[in-house]
C-alpha cells in the first residue's frame, strides 16, 4: 500500500467550481506539503503544515486554502478554480526526527484541469 | 530571493557517465537535495549533501560546495530507466524541510 495517497488521481472541472483534493498519509509523519507542478517550471509550494494546529502559506497561496483535518489528512481546496489553476499537485510529507537525513515523500499527484 | 539553476535539458548514451550541474542563490542553507521524477510520476529522493563533498549511492554521486553554491550529480553506467527529470533543490529555512526547487534537467539517454 502506498504510504501518500491523493484523490482524485485526475479530474476536470469548470471556472468557478469549488474543489477540494484530499492528500492522506499512513507514514506518521508531522509535516505535510501541497505543491503544484507547471511544464517547465519547478515544484512550487502552496501551503505546508508542521502539525495539526500549525498553517503556513508558501510561495503561491493565492486562490488556495487548506484544511489539516488531522495529522494524517491535509486538503487543497481552490475556492473558485481558474484556468491558470491547471497543473498536477504533488502532497508530500516528511519528518525532521533526529538525525534522519529529512527528505520529503511525495503522493502520486492529482492532474488537475480548469475548463 | 531564491535562485537556483540547471540545465533544461541534456542526452547522453546508455552505459556512459552524465554529469548534472545545479547552482544556488539562496538566503540560507541548509542542505542540498536531489530528486529524480519520471513524466507524469512522483518525485523520488536520490540524495542529500549538507557537508562539501562527494555522497555516493550506487550508481549515483552527489557533490556539493557550499563556497561555491554548487552541486552535481553524476550518473554512472546509464541506463534507459534513467531516462527522467532530475531536480535540484535547497532547504534553505534552518528549521529543515521546506525546499526551493529548481526547474529540473530533463535527461534523455539514448542506444
Known amino acids: 500500500d502506498a504510504d501518500v495517497t491523493q484523490t482524485p488521481r485526475n479530474r476536470i472541472t469548470k471556472t468557478g467550481k469549488r474543489i477540494m483534493l484530499e492528500c492522506s498519509q499512513t507514514?506518521?509523519?508531522?509535516?505535510m506539503y501541497w505543491y503544484r507542478q507547471d511544464p517547465g517550471l519547478g515544484l512550487q509550494l502552496i501551503y505546508y503544515?508542521?502539525?495539526?494546529?500549525?498553517?503556513n502559506k508558501g510561495e503561491i497561496s493565492d486562490g488556495y486554502s487548506v484544511s489539516r483535518q488531522a495529522q494524517a489528512k491535509f486538503s487543497l481546496s481552490l475556492e473558485s478554480a481558474i484556468p491558470n489553476q491547471t497543473a498536477l499537485y504533488f502532497c508530500?510529507?516528511?519528518?525532521?526526527?533526529?538525525?534522519?537525513?529529512?527528505?520529503?515523500?511525495f503522493g502520486p499527484g492529482t492532474r488537475l484541469t480548469v475548463l | 530571493g531564491q535562485n537556483i539553476d540547471q540545465p533544461t535539458e541534456m542526452t547522453a548514451t546508455e552505459g556512459a557517465i552524465v554529469q548534472i550541474n545545479c547552482t544556488y542563490q539562496t538566503s540560507g542553507f541548509n542542505g542540498l537535495f536531489w530528486y529524480q521524477q519520471h513524466a507524469g510520476e512522483a518525485p523520488t529522493f536520490l540524495s542529500y549533501?549538507?557537508?562539501?563533498g562527494l555522497e555516493e549511492k550506487g550508481r549515483f554521486s552527489s557533490f556539493l560546495s557550499r563556497s561555491k553554491g554548487y552541486s552535481y550529480l553524476l550518473l554512472k553506467e546509464l541506463q534507459m530507466k534513467d531516462s527522467a527529470s532530475y531536480l535540484c533543490a535547497v532547504d534553505n529555512t534552518g528549521t529543515a524541510s521546506k525546499l526551493t526547487f529548481g526547474t529540473g534537467t530533463r535527461l534523455q539517454v539514448t542506444l
Open positions: 503544515s508542521f502539525d495539526v494546529k500549525d498553517i
Open positions: 507514514k506518521g509523519h508531522d509535516r
Open positions: 549533501n549538507v557537508l562539501d
Open positions: 508530500a510529507t516528511a519528518d525532521p526526527g533526529a538525525g534522519g537525513v529529512n527528505e520529503q515523500f
